[in-house]
């Protein structure tokens, strides 16, 4: 269980054009999502926190407007980067919050494949 | 704000152990959580840490000191597919994760 799916594993595309991530959990709805980004060799960044049917949370120094978050159902968000930029080719990775599972923590993350994006 | 620290690199052979320690100074705490990440992939859950003590799961133990603010996880007979990255995350509140930067973990014949 706890399978969470993200598509496309892997996306070119030009500079000043959108793209959409998307992430789903298959086998448990969640209410709570989040987006990290992973530059090589660095650790997962928290970009934004997506809770289902409200606005996302973004960290500090994140922009919103060009990182738009959409959390339309209990299985899916989506992640549009807007006028992508080379600067933001990066690995991005989704989670969802499960909380309670049994034989586990009381709340944890499953993540998602991931997502690669370059921008040319 | 969350300061996470963990060695950048570490080798063992085959069939060792290799303990990989992780400090932590954050404004609030939930658990650790330790991850493997291999290369271009998503990290999988390993651990979980919220009281002291030793935690064992087969070839991986993880330990906590709350009051040191200080983890390590512990891989016994170290396999060759055991070389990735380790990360150590701790759990600050609002369900979010701060993740210390990976410790890359390479195994030798």
């Known amino acids: 269980g706890a399978v969470v799916s993200q598509h496309p594993s892997w996306v070119i595309c030009k500079s000043g054009t959108s793209v959409k991530i998307e992430c789903r959990s298959l086998?448990?709805?969640?209410?709570?999502m989040f987006w990290y980004r992973q530059f090589p060799k660095q650790s997962l960044m928290l970009m934004a926190t997506?809770?289902?049917?409200?606005?996302?949370?973004?960290e500090q120094g994140v922009e919103k407007d060009k990182f738009l978050i959409n959390h339309a159902s209990l299985t899916l968000s989506t992640l549009t980067v807007t006028s992508a930029h080379p600067e933001d080719s990066s690995f991005y990775i989704c989670s969802a919050r499960v909380p309670g599972l049994a034989g586990g923590p009381a709340d944890t993350q499953y993540f998602g494949p991931g997502t690669r994006l370059t921008v040319l | 704000g969350q300061n996470i620290d963990q060695p950048t690199e570490m080798t063992a052979t085959e069939g060792a152990i290799v303990q990989i320690n992780c400090t932590y100074q954050t404004s609030g705490f939930n658990g650790l959580f330790w991850y493997q990440q291999h290369a271009g992939e998503a990290p999988t859950f390993l651990s979980y840490?919220?009281?002291?003590g030793l935690e064992e799961k087969g070839r991986f133990s993880s330990f906590l000191s709350r009051s040191k603010g200080y983890s390590y996880l512990l891989l016994k007979e170290l396999q060759m597919k055991d070389s990735a990255s380790y990360l150590c995350a701790v759990w600050g509140g609002d369900y979010k994760l701060s993740f210390g930067a990976g410790t890359t973990v390479t195994v030798r014949a």
């Open positions: 840490n919220v009281l002291d």
């Open positions: 086998d448990f709805q969640a209410t709570t």
């Open positions: 997506s809770n289902e049917g409200s606005k996302a949370t973004y």
